[in-house]
């Protein structure tokens, strides 16, 4: 542009300066000075108005000096308006135009996050509602339809208390209860009105007519029901291995009652009597019926356990506690310690066990510390659980059932069971006399060594 409006300048030159024309073509000038103010800048436009209107000048005679002074000053001015006028159409037609790009560009980019959003829902295994202000729900993915058996029918436009009452609920509380975002378990409702529990995360936003629900639900039957089979089943094992360990100590009692009779029988002239031979028949039914053999009957439930994996585990359960509590969990747990053989839940439960006794034996210490630290003894792995506590006044009567004088308030029956536990694993738990605190050993066998079962552990 900027060499066209020099060539018609050139071209306007040759003319005036070849021809010497009666009349001025200074009107022409005006059409370089335009086709310039569409690529120069203002000032720059200014020079090449100057520049064409004294350019125009040379080729005007019979005037005075007045004269040609105000033919220049005029001529300058009329370029310089029709270049300023010229590059203000421009401009604007620029800034119209990158507007324009960058609307069209904000445009692509929200259709591309609303289809990839679209799709997110769509292929969503949850289902993810939004609801209105009344109730009434306006929008719903595939999913949802599924889960609340739609079949067909659609769920927008329905009443959200029809099928999940909670988030109608939500939607009445005040709306000065702004930034509402939680999540809850509750039981939702199917389009045939069967009820199912559902894990549902929403959040409540906007105000008046405009106030939304956003909502995602999952229906959990799958995990609640498999949760209460596996709660069923840790209640069998924990009953086999408590009527284990009270069978092993009815059989001592009956054992102990046999030796009582045979002196008796030896020493006294009750041989013969029928009521004595009544007492040892009922002792030996006694002792047949406390036959529970508690190692063949779980042995079978025992896999590899990784320590550490438990240990992560285990950290999530206790550590909100020790937290509370003021105190630490210090995990001194090799990632590659060799697995043990045990059943994960019931090594789990006697882990928690000893935690909880430790928190409560720290609670008036001024250092609150659990230490759990793992080893290797031979084809056993020796798991060691100490506290900073005020240690166990009488450990003779740890593991006994319904021991007197318990602490803590309970039954007694804690280290009681996770000892028939641990023994149901081929292992043991045992305490440990420290001079400082409470100190349990939780004694398991390893799960590559090649172990007989009457391979005692090691003490």
Wanted: glycine share 8%; charged share 20%.
């Amino acid at each position: 542009m900027l060499l066209l409006g020099i060539s018609i300048v050139a071209i306007l030159v040759l003319l005036e300066w070849r021809y010497d024309f009666d009349f001025s073509l200074g009107i022409l000038y005006v059409f370089p000075v335009m086709i310039a103010g569409s690529v120069l800048t203002r000032p720059q436009i200014v020079v090449a108005a100057v520049f064409c209107a004294y350019t125009r000048g040379l080729f005007t005679a019979d005037e005075t000096q007045l004269e040609h002074t105000l033919r220049f000053v005029m001529a300058t001015i009329a370029y310089t308006g029709c270049g300023l006028l010229i590059y203000q159409v421009t401009e604007s037609r620029r800034v119209m135009l990158a507007h324009y790009a960058r609307l069209r560009f904000e445009q692509s980019l929200r259709r591309n996050a609303q289809e990839q959003l679209r799709q997110l829902a769509e292929s969503s295994p949850a289902a993810i509602l939004t609801v209105g202000a009344l109730g009434e729900i306006l929008a719903a993915n595939a999913a949802a339809e599924e889960i609340f058996a739609a079949n067909g029918s659609g769920l927008t436009g329905r009443q959200v208390r029809d099928l999940v009452p909670m988030f109608d609920d939500a939607l009445r509380l005040p709306e000065e209860i702004s930034g509402i975002r939680t999540q809850a378990h509750t039981w939702a409702r199917r389009a045939d009105n069967s009820h199912f529990p559902a894990a549902t995360w929403f959040s409540i936003y906007g105000k008046g007519e405009g106030r939304r629900l956003a909502a995602i639900v999952v229906d959990i039957s799958d995990e609640v029901r498999e949760r209460e089979q596996a709660h069923y089943e840790d209640l069998v094992h924990q009953n086999r291995v408590f009527a284990g360990a009270v069978s092993h100590e009815i059989r001592n009692l009956c054992a102990a009652i046999a030796v009582v009779q045979q002196n008796l029988e030896k020493h006294t002239s009750l041989a013969g009597d029928d009521d004595f031979e009544a007492m040892r028949k009922l002792v030996s039914g006694l002792g047949h019926i406390s036959t529970f053999d508690l190692r063949n009957q779980s042995r079978a439930q025992l896999a590899p356990v990784d320590l550490a994996d438990l240990a992560d585990e285990l950290r999530v359960i206790i550590g909100q506690d020790w937290r509370e509590a003021g105190g630490e969990v210090v995990w001194r747990i090799d990632p590659f310690f060799p697995l043990v053989q045990a059943d994960r839940h019931g090594l789990l439960q006697i882990m928690l066990n000893l935690s909880q006794n430790a928190l409560r034996a720290v609670e008036h210490s001024d250092r609150r510390q659990l230490i759990v630290e793992p080893r290797v003894e031979d084809a056993f792995a020796v798991v060691r659980i100490s506290d900073t506590g005020h240690g166990v006044r009488n450990p003779s009567i740890l593991f006994q059932a319904f021991r007197p004088g318990h602490d803590s308030g309970g039954s007694g029956l804690g280290l009681y069971v996770s000892r028939a536990m641990a023994k149901s694993f081929g292992g043991d738990l045992r305490y440990v006399l420290v001079e400082d605190g409470g100190c349990f050993e939780v004694v398991l066998r390893l799960a590559t060594a090649d172990v007989d079962d009457e391979v005692s552990v090691p003490s």
